[in-house]
Antibody, heavy 115, light 114 residues
Framework: QVQLVQSGAEVKKPGASVKVSCKASGYSFTNYLMYWVRQAPGQGLEWMGMINPSGGSTNYAQKFQGRITVTRDTSTNTVYMELSSLRSEDTAIYYC????????WGQGTLVTVSS | DIVMTQTPLSSPVTLGQSASISCRSSQSLVHNDGNTYLSWLQQRPGQPPRLLIYKISNRFSGVPDRFSGSGAGTDFTLKISGVEAEDVGVYYC???????????FGGGTKVEIK
């Protein structure tokens, strides 16, 4: 069965970077795009970026351009999302989700940005 | 930019009764390929979102048939026929197309039991 397992919670100081991982299993990793979506406390969903695991091409939401980097490791079927220059407003749960249709989701990774 | 507006913000429902959620887009969601990539997600408290409906009216694997989607163009509806306790949560409509790449979420509708 399809599973997306994310790395654990992180606490970061303002200005730091965070790197969240998403390990995929149960399907052909390079056949499906992978997306990152975040959700601030009590708020809605926000698309951040995506990667094509086959060739590594990426597409980022304009809001995060310059701060986000999404990469993948095909040897371990893992996608990474790194967000830099963190500020308190980046405190959120970060999700990976498969394909444009968002048919499967990771369990989420809480990133807390606090001094 | 396309804006997706959901109504109501909150929907208190009696167990066994039906609930309807509206999602209105500021522009037609009909894609160049003829498809309309409008989906519905459910997010139970403390859980990640879960895909319920894709391309307006297609139920995803394992989704109970009490969930149904309808609509066209700019107006879409999710209906829950016979709400059960496990249906409590926030529901989001979503437009997602790969080419041109566009992901837009509605603001969410909270379904709760009266």
């Amino acid at each position: 069965q399809v599973q997306l397992v994310q790395s654990g919670a992180e606490v970061k100081k303002p200005g730091a970077s965070v790197k969240v991982s998403c390990k995929a299993s149960g399907y052909s990793f390079t056949n499906y795009l992978m997306y990152w979506v975040r959700q601030a406390p009590g708020q809605g969903l926000e698309w951040m970026g995506m990667i094509n695991p086959s060739g590594g091409s990426t597409n980022y939401a304009q809001k995060f351009q310059g701060r986000i980097t999404v990469t993948r490791d095909t040897s371990t079927n893992t996608v990474y999302m790194e967000l830099s220059s963190l500020r308190s407003e980046d405190t959120a749960i970060y999700y990976c989700t498969r394909t444009t249709g968002m048919d499967y989701w990771g369990q989420g990774t809480l990133v807390t940005v606090s001094s | 930019d396309i804006v997706m507006t959901q109504t109501p913000l909150s929907s208190p429902v009696t167990l066994g009764q039906s609930a309807s959620i509206s999602c209105r887009s500021s522009q037609s969601l009909v894609h160049n390929d003829g498809n309309t990539y409008l989906s519905w997600l459910q997010q139970r408290p403390g859980q990640p979102p879960r895909l319920l409906i894709y391309k307006i009216s297609n139920r995803f694997s394992g989704v109970p048939d009490r969930f149904s989607g309808s609509g066209a163009g700019t107006d879409f509806t999710l209906k829950i026929s016979g709400v059960e306790a496990e249906d409590v949560g926030v529901y989001y409509c979503m437009q997602a197309t790969p080419f041109p790449h566009r992901i837009i979420f509605g603001g969410g509708t909270k379904v709760e039991i009266k």
